[in-house]
T-cell receptor, first 113, second 115 residues
Framework: DAGVIQSPRHEVTEMGQEVTLRCKPI?????LFWYRQTMMRGLELLIY????????DSGMPEDRFSAKMPNASFSTLKIQPSEPRDSAVYFC???????????FGQGTRLTVV | AQSVTQLGSHVSVSEGALVLLRCNYS??????LFWYVQYPNQGLQLLLK??????LVKGINGFEAEFKKSETSFHLTKPSAHMSDAAEYFC?????????????FGAGTRLAVHP
Protein backbone atom coordinates (compact mmCIF):
# COMPACT_ATOMS: atom_id res chain seq x y z
CA ASP A 1 0.00 0.00 0.00
CA ALA A 2 1.19 3.51 -0.75
CA GLY A 3 0.35 4.78 2.71
CA VAL A 4 -1.65 7.87 3.54
CA ILE A 5 -1.41 10.33 0.67
CA GLN A 6 -1.79 14.04 1.19
CA SER A 7 -1.84 16.81 -1.35
CA PRO A 8 -0.46 19.30 -1.91
CA ARG A 9 2.83 18.93 0.01
CA HIS A 10 3.26 22.68 0.11
CA GLU A 11 0.74 25.47 -0.24
CA VAL A 12 1.37 29.19 -0.18
CA THR A 13 -1.67 31.40 -0.32
CA GLU A 14 -2.70 34.95 0.40
CA MET A 15 -4.76 35.91 3.41
CA GLY A 16 -8.45 35.69 2.67
CA GLN A 17 -8.15 32.96 0.08
CA GLU A 18 -9.78 29.55 0.35
CA VAL A 19 -7.46 26.62 0.92
CA THR A 20 -8.35 22.95 0.47
CA LEU A 21 -6.14 20.16 1.74
CA ARG A 22 -6.70 16.62 0.54
CA CYS A 23 -6.15 13.20 2.02
CA LYS A 24 -6.43 9.63 0.78
CA PRO A 25 -6.32 7.18 3.70
CA ILE A 26 -4.95 3.67 3.55
CA UNK A 27 -7.40 1.29 1.93
CA UNK A 28 -9.37 -0.66 4.53
CA UNK A 29 -8.85 1.86 7.31
CA UNK A 30 -12.07 3.14 8.82
CA UNK A 31 -10.77 5.94 11.05
CA LEU A 32 -9.33 9.19 9.75
CA PHE A 33 -7.77 12.04 11.69
CA TRP A 34 -6.71 15.59 10.78
CA TYR A 35 -3.93 17.08 12.92
CA ARG A 36 -2.26 20.48 12.88
CA GLN A 37 1.35 20.93 13.98
CA THR A 38 2.91 24.24 14.99
CA MET A 39 5.93 25.16 17.04
CA MET A 40 3.79 26.90 19.63
CA ARG A 41 1.01 24.36 20.08
CA GLY A 42 2.55 21.07 18.98
CA LEU A 43 0.26 18.42 17.50
CA GLU A 44 -3.42 19.25 17.78
CA LEU A 45 -6.23 16.93 16.77
CA LEU A 46 -8.65 18.92 14.65
CA ILE A 47 -11.28 16.36 13.69
CA TYR A 48 -11.79 12.62 13.70
CA UNK A 49 -13.94 10.53 11.34
CA UNK A 50 -15.07 6.95 11.83
CA UNK A 51 -16.70 5.17 8.90
CA UNK A 52 -16.88 8.54 7.09
CA UNK A 53 -18.85 10.16 9.90
CA UNK A 54 -17.38 13.04 11.90
CA UNK A 55 -17.16 11.83 15.49
CA UNK A 56 -15.27 14.59 17.25
CA ASP A 57 -14.66 18.04 15.78
CA SER A 58 -14.00 19.78 19.06
CA GLY A 59 -10.49 20.61 17.91
CA MET A 60 -11.56 22.60 14.88
CA PRO A 61 -10.42 26.13 15.72
CA GLU A 62 -13.37 28.09 14.36
CA ASP A 63 -16.01 28.21 11.70
CA ARG A 64 -13.46 29.05 9.06
CA PHE A 65 -12.39 25.42 9.20
CA SER A 66 -14.48 22.61 7.77
CA ALA A 67 -13.78 18.97 6.94
CA LYS A 68 -15.59 16.39 4.88
CA MET A 69 -15.24 12.73 4.13
CA PRO A 70 -17.58 11.93 1.23
CA ASN A 71 -16.35 8.34 0.97
CA ALA A 72 -13.92 5.91 2.57
CA SER A 73 -11.05 6.90 0.31
CA PHE A 74 -11.08 10.69 0.42
CA SER A 75 -11.22 13.55 2.87
CA THR A 76 -10.75 17.30 2.64
CA LEU A 77 -9.94 20.02 5.12
CA LYS A 78 -10.98 23.47 3.99
CA ILE A 79 -10.06 26.86 5.42
CA GLN A 80 -12.12 29.80 4.22
CA PRO A 81 -11.02 32.53 4.57
CA SER A 82 -7.43 31.72 5.45
CA GLU A 83 -5.40 33.83 7.89
CA PRO A 84 -1.65 34.03 8.58
CA ARG A 85 -2.13 32.30 11.94
CA ASP A 86 -3.35 29.22 10.06
CA SER A 87 0.19 28.67 8.81
CA ALA A 88 1.21 25.21 10.01
CA VAL A 89 1.82 21.66 8.87
CA TYR A 90 -1.43 19.74 8.53
CA PHE A 91 -1.31 15.97 8.85
CA CYS A 92 -3.85 13.38 7.91
CA UNK A 93 -3.70 9.96 9.57
CA UNK A 94 -5.74 6.79 9.30
CA UNK A 95 -6.15 3.60 11.30
CA UNK A 96 -7.88 0.26 10.86
CA UNK A 97 -9.97 0.89 13.91
CA UNK A 98 -9.82 3.52 16.53
CA UNK A 99 -7.66 1.62 19.01
CA UNK A 100 -4.79 0.66 16.78
CA UNK A 101 -1.94 2.84 15.71
CA UNK A 102 -2.51 5.67 13.27
CA UNK A 103 -0.51 5.93 10.07
CA PHE A 104 0.43 9.44 9.07
CA GLY A 105 0.78 11.12 5.72
CA GLN A 106 3.73 13.33 4.83
CA GLY A 107 1.79 16.45 5.70
CA THR A 108 0.89 19.67 3.92
CA ARG A 109 2.93 22.72 4.84
CA LEU A 110 0.59 25.69 4.60
CA THR A 111 1.87 29.23 4.53
CA VAL A 112 -0.63 32.08 4.53
CA VAL A 113 0.91 35.44 3.70
CA ALA B 1 -9.52 13.54 29.97
CA GLN B 2 -6.37 11.64 29.41
CA SER B 3 -3.11 13.47 28.90
CA VAL B 4 0.53 12.85 28.15
CA THR B 5 3.53 14.67 29.59
CA GLN B 6 6.95 14.40 28.03
CA LEU B 7 9.70 15.63 30.33
CA GLY B 8 12.34 17.58 28.48
CA SER B 9 11.62 19.24 25.17
CA HIS B 10 15.24 18.75 24.12
CA VAL B 11 17.61 15.90 24.93
CA SER B 12 21.21 15.70 23.75
CA VAL B 13 23.36 12.59 23.90
CA SER B 14 26.67 11.43 22.53
CA GLU B 15 26.80 8.80 19.84
CA GLY B 16 26.89 5.41 21.55
CA ALA B 17 25.34 6.67 24.77
CA LEU B 18 22.07 5.55 26.32
CA VAL B 19 18.94 7.30 25.08
CA LEU B 20 16.18 7.88 27.64
CA LEU B 21 13.08 9.86 26.70
CA ARG B 22 10.48 10.25 29.41
CA CYS B 23 6.73 9.98 29.10
CA ASN B 24 4.08 10.03 31.80
CA TYR B 25 0.39 9.65 31.17
CA SER B 26 -2.81 10.16 33.05
CA UNK B 27 -5.55 7.62 32.56
CA UNK B 28 -8.31 6.16 34.67
CA UNK B 29 -8.31 2.92 32.69
CA UNK B 30 -5.52 0.77 31.25
CA UNK B 31 -4.35 2.77 28.27
CA UNK B 32 -2.99 2.05 24.85
CA LEU B 33 0.34 3.86 24.57
CA PHE B 34 2.48 4.70 21.58
CA TRP B 35 5.81 6.23 20.66
CA TYR B 36 6.18 7.93 17.30
CA VAL B 37 9.26 9.43 15.62
CA GLN B 38 9.28 12.37 13.24
CA TYR B 39 12.25 13.09 11.01
CA PRO B 40 12.60 16.57 9.47
CA ASN B 41 9.91 17.34 6.89
CA GLN B 42 8.32 13.94 7.38
CA GLY B 43 5.16 12.58 8.90
CA LEU B 44 5.08 10.62 12.13
CA GLN B 45 6.20 7.01 12.08
CA LEU B 46 5.25 4.45 14.70
CA LEU B 47 8.17 3.21 16.79
CA LEU B 48 6.29 0.92 19.15
CA LYS B 49 3.00 0.44 20.97
CA UNK B 50 1.70 -0.98 24.25
CA UNK B 51 -1.71 -2.63 24.19
CA UNK B 52 -1.84 -4.41 27.58
CA UNK B 53 0.26 -7.40 26.63
CA UNK B 54 3.93 -7.53 27.70
CA UNK B 55 5.01 -4.51 29.73
CA LEU B 56 8.36 -4.30 27.92
CA VAL B 57 7.72 -3.42 24.32
CA LYS B 58 10.34 -3.64 21.60
CA GLY B 59 10.10 -1.43 18.57
CA ILE B 60 11.99 -0.60 15.43
CA ASN B 61 15.55 0.73 15.23
CA GLY B 62 16.54 -0.81 18.57
CA PHE B 63 14.14 1.22 20.69
CA GLU B 64 12.09 -0.21 23.52
CA ALA B 65 9.73 1.11 26.18
CA GLU B 66 8.51 -0.20 29.49
CA PHE B 67 4.99 0.30 30.76
CA LYS B 68 4.99 0.94 34.52
CA LYS B 69 1.49 1.25 35.88
CA SER B 70 2.64 2.22 39.37
CA GLU B 71 4.55 5.16 37.95
CA THR B 72 2.12 5.89 35.08
CA SER B 73 5.16 5.99 32.83
CA PHE B 74 6.11 4.72 29.42
CA HIS B 75 9.72 5.82 28.95
CA LEU B 76 11.53 5.17 25.68
CA THR B 77 15.08 3.83 25.71
CA LYS B 78 17.82 2.75 23.37
CA PRO B 79 21.10 1.34 24.68
CA SER B 80 23.36 3.03 22.14
CA ALA B 81 22.47 6.18 20.22
CA HIS B 82 23.23 6.52 16.56
CA MET B 83 23.52 9.74 14.58
CA SER B 84 20.49 8.69 12.56
CA ASP B 85 18.34 8.71 15.72
CA ALA B 86 18.31 12.50 15.73
CA ALA B 87 14.64 13.38 15.35
CA GLU B 88 11.60 14.44 17.33
CA TYR B 89 9.85 11.80 19.41
CA PHE B 90 6.22 11.86 20.47
CA CYS B 91 4.48 9.83 23.14
CA UNK B 92 0.75 9.30 22.68
CA UNK B 93 -2.14 7.75 24.58
CA UNK B 94 -5.36 6.44 23.13
CA UNK B 95 -8.29 8.14 24.82
CA UNK B 96 -11.78 6.71 24.88
CA UNK B 97 -14.42 9.29 24.14
CA UNK B 98 -18.01 8.78 23.12
CA UNK B 99 -17.41 5.12 22.45
CA UNK B 100 -14.45 5.79 20.20
CA UNK B 101 -10.74 6.20 20.77
CA UNK B 102 -8.50 9.01 19.62
CA UNK B 103 -4.77 9.59 19.96
CA UNK B 104 -3.61 12.34 22.32
CA PHE B 105 0.00 13.39 21.78
CA GLY B 106 2.59 14.81 24.12
CA ALA B 107 4.50 17.97 23.22
CA GLY B 108 7.41 16.02 21.81
CA THR B 109 11.10 15.66 22.67
CA ARG B 110 13.75 16.65 20.18
CA LEU B 111 16.72 14.30 20.36
CA ALA B 112 20.12 15.53 19.25
CA VAL B 113 23.01 13.08 18.84
CA HIS B 114 26.52 14.47 18.70
CA PRO B 115 29.75 12.71 17.76
Amino acid sequence: DAGVIQSPRHEVTEMGQEVTLRCKPISGHNSLFWYRQTMMRGLELLIYFNNNVPIDDSGMPEDRFSAKMPNASFSTLKIQPSEPRDSAVYFCASSRDSVTEAFFGQGTRLTVV
Amino acid sequence: AQSVTQLGSHVSVSEGALVLLRCNYSSSVPPYLFWYVQYPNQGLQLLLKYTSAATLVKGINGFEAEFKKSETSFHLTKPSAHMSDAAEYFCAVSEATGGYNKLIFGAGTRLAVHP
